[in-house]
């Protein structure tokens, strides 16, 4: 897809911009220094170490006190040429976040972090500072710094004696970093051990300088960062120009993606707590309405033995009548009336039981720390999110159009239905009544005044004409609710279609943002190699798929998969590559992939058109192997799990 669609929306133009930015081919960043930036926990010896590679003031260095560098330092490398090195702050104080902040601020920049650790103690927050680089992709290079003291003389001449005891126990510290960062899938570029102390001193003692220079190690890491410069300063500059615009895509698509399951969610609860109203209030409608009709039918029956009170069929009988069909009319209007009202609270109780049913629906907030899948990794997916009073809907996105599906409108209906009632029932019937009874007494009082049972039977008639009239209002008035608390249901199932509308576009933006980042990937990978020096194999290249920091899988043509594996290029990030699956068996070919990440020949291979298990037999860990398999995963189009034999057939690592 091209890069031109992000223009077409506004949400992704910014994103457009940044990659037409970095031009990473040619990038005129190329000739700058390269940047090291030194991280670690507060007191580790960074600002030390920093003075021991630039000959800096040592102004900076700790006295013992938490946080003593509060800022962020660069100064060039004494013996490193066109590599600046850069302090930070400490992430490991008590209350740094600050200083934390400051310090991941530096990482976007970096071409390499140097990370500094004590071999005294390595605290949680150091570890999730540690996990945070490691997910971002940047290279690690690992400096285990001995603190023992160099105080006064005696402690220098104890340590110029007999230099390796202070290294001593060192393995340990170096697991755990690795373990940290192997929850990212990376794994250290290098591990030094050095005297970061003895380095600093060893640029002003002139006596002892060369003996604390050669005692502290630090040419160990010298000679790494002189080697990364030398080998990779271009490779690792492309690397980060190409990393600061992904990291960029990679929040938009996590903010795109967050407000998109949001919205599903919200939806998903919307829909189904208006269909629980709907049914809800249907019940209570039907109920409502057979109430009604009963006492219609009570209140009509007691009148068919008014007759039998009459005893003078004089004119009076007409006034009497009277008075008895407006008494007829009250009492049913006040029935129906009643009736409606209770309807009323009714409705609104039923949908605030199921608001709060359904408020309990929604999903709480997670948050994903591992390496579950390639388009996961970096993903902090808030899901939770708990319906608005009233039952709206997303009434942020869409206003009051989107804030009535929560049924707050069903007093419109009822209200309107009250008056309904009053000015509709009573009205007719009243009107009715009035035209048959006095038709009744004045044009046939003389058969009357003789015949009781006449006197019956043209009442009992009048009073079926009442109750059928009542019956046909009562019908006519539940049939508006109905409709107008179906027509509420279909504005609330309107929004809901709108706002899935908002989250089908924000989906559409997340798959620009994805192809814009395979093709950000596929022209990092042509570049890299042609910084190498191999433009045949660049134009071979045919698809990437790339997982910063720890691989680049790359399917090439078949007449060059030979030369990418008899001359494979080098690059300071891992790239592998295949040829072209058939399409029935994609994982087929995933063992050449794993060869080249390995360097070791798999054991075996199990592959059918849905999942592929590869079995090697390196010490891996675990979760570098759980991220090789979700890039190959990706890249093939097939599951494809990397396992050593002991957890074959164990669940796949989450």
């Known amino acids: 897809m091209s890069l031109c669609a992000l223009g077409e929306n506004e949400v992704t133009a910014h994103l457009r911009e940044a990659v037409d930015t970095a031009a990473i081919a040619d990038s005129p960043t190329a000739g700058r220094p390269m940047r090291v930036v030194l991280m670690g926990r507060t007191m580790a010896g960074k600002s030390t170490l920093l003075a021991a590679l630039t000959g800096g003031s040592a102004e900076r260095i700790g006295v013992g006190a938490q946080r003593t560098s509060r800022d962020v330092f660069a100064a060039p490398a004494l013996d490193l040429q066109d590599v600046e090195i850069v302090d930070t702050p400490g992430v490991g104080a008590k209350d740094g976040a600050d200083d934390v902040a400051l310090a991941m601020a530096e990482v976007p920049g970096a071409d390499l972090v140097l990370w500094v650790a004590s071999n005294d103690s390595f605290q949680e927050e150091t570890a999730q500072a540690l996990r945070a680089v490691a997910f971002r992709g940047k290279p690690v290079v690992v400096a285990l710094n001995c603190r023992a003291s160099l105080f006064d003389e005696l402690d220098r001449e104890d340590f110029l004696e007999d230099p390796t005891s202070v290294f001593d126990q060192y393995q340990g510290h170096f697991d755990t970093i690795r373990a940290h960062l192997a929850a990212a899938g990376v794994r250290p570029v290098a591990e030094v051990m050095l005297h970061a102390e003895a380095a600093r001193q060893a640029r002003t003692d002139e006596q002892f300088g060369t003996a604390l220079q050669s005692a502290s190690r630090v040419q160990h890491l010298v000679a790494t960062l002189e080697r990364e410069a030398r080998v990779h300063r271009t490779a690792r500059r492309v690397l980060r120009t190409t990393d600061e615009v992904r990291v960029q895509a990679q929040s938009l698509s996590d903010t795109l993606a967050d407000s998109e399951q949001q919205i599903r969610g919200l939806v998903r609860v919307g829909r189904g707590l208006r269909e629980d109203q709907q049914l809800r209030a249907a019940r209570l409608v039907n109920a409502c309405q057979q109430r009604m009709e009963d006492d219609t039918v009570r209140l009509v029956s007691r009148r068919h033995g008014w007759h039998q009170s009459i005893t003078d069929f004089g004119p009076q009988v007409s006034e009497k009548w009277v008075a008895e069909q407006e008494s007829l009319i009250d009492e049913i209007d006040q029935a129906v009336t009643s009736h409606l009202n209770e309807l009323s609270r009714a409705i609104a109780e039923a949908n605030s039981a199921a608001q709060q049913e359904w408020s309990m629906a929604m999903p709480t907030a997670s948050r994903i720390d591992g390496l579950h899948d390639f388009r996961g990794i970096w993903k902090r997916r808030a899901a939770g999110a708990v319906v608005s009073a009233g039952g709206a809907l997303a009434a942020a996105l869409l206003g009051a159009k989107v804030g009535a599906l929560g049924g707050g409108a069903l007093g419109g209906p009822i209200g309107a239905g009250v008056g309904l009632i009053v000015g509709g029932i009573g009205t007719a019937v009243v009107s009715s009544l009035r035209k048959k009874v006095q038709s009744l007494f004045t044009g046939k009082g003389r058969i009357l005044a003789e015949n009781r049972e006449l006197l019956r039977v043209e009442i009992g008639n009048v009073l079926e004409e009442v109750e059928r009239q009542a019956r046909s209002q009562t019908e006519s008035l539940i049939g508006r609710i109905r409709a107008d608390l179906s027509s509420t249901a279909e504005q609330r199932a309107e929004a809901e279609t709108a706002v899935l509308d908002v989250a089908d576009r924000l989906a559409g933006q997340q798959k620009l943002i994805s192809a814009t980042t395979a093709a950000l990937d596929h022209d990092t990978a042509v570049c890299l190699l042609r910084v190498d020096g191999r433009p045949r194999l660049a134009d071979a290249v045919k698809r990437v798929t790339r997982l910063s920091g720890v691989c680049i899988a790359m399917e090439v043509t078949e007449q ?6 008899l001359f494979p290029p080098s690059s300071p990030e891992v790239m592998t590559f295949g040829r072209t699956p058939p399409p029935e068996v994609p994982g087929v070919r995933a063992s050449s992939y794993v060869l080249g990440l390995t360097e070791q020949v798999p054991t075996a291979l ?26 190959l995963s990706d890249h093939l189009g097939t599951e494809v799990t990397i396992v050593r034999p002991t957890t074959l057939g164990a669940p796949r690592h989450e």
């Open 606 to 631: 199990r592959s059918d058109s849905d999942r592929t298990s590869v079995i090697i037999e390196g010490r891996v860990p675990e979760p570098v192997l759980a991220a090789w398999s979700a890039t």
């Open 560 to 565: 060059s998969f030979a030369e990418s594996w």
